[in-house]
């Protein structure tokens, strides 16, 4: 944002929505302590993306762990994330306090 970026549809916003929305809101105020803040917060956040080969069952399982009301099943050829990528999508979340 700082260097001009106009948006994105970041695939974290689906289960972090507030960090998400706080990063937008501290750029428009120009703040950027919080926003550097945010940004680091995000740059964490970003391994649930090295989680699974395919992100998509990973987002969604991130969903429902952050208690978003949707089932984590997705359509073939992809797979739901295995026990063993749940769990290391855990360790993220609760890392970040997205979890308890």
């Known amino acids: 944002m700082i260097s001009g970026g106009d948006g994105c549809i970041a695939g974290l916003s689906n289960f972090a929505p507030e960090t998400a929305s706080a990063l937008a809101e ?3 105020k120009e703040d950027f302590g919080l926003l550097r803040e945010y940004q680091m917060r995000i740059d964490r956040l970003m ?3 090295d989680v699974g080969e395919q992100f998509i069952p990973i987002i969604k399982k991130a969903m429902v762990l952050c208690r978003v ?3 984590s099943v997705c359509a073939r050829p992809m797979q739901e994330a295995t026990e063993g990528e749940t769990r290391r999508l855990e360790q993220i979340l609760k ?5 308890p």
Do not use: D, N, Q
């Open 95 to 99: 890392e970040e306090g997205l979890l």
């Open 69 to 71: 009301p949707m089932k």
């Open 26 to 28: 501290a750029a428009r």
């Open 47 to 49: 391994a649930v993306y």
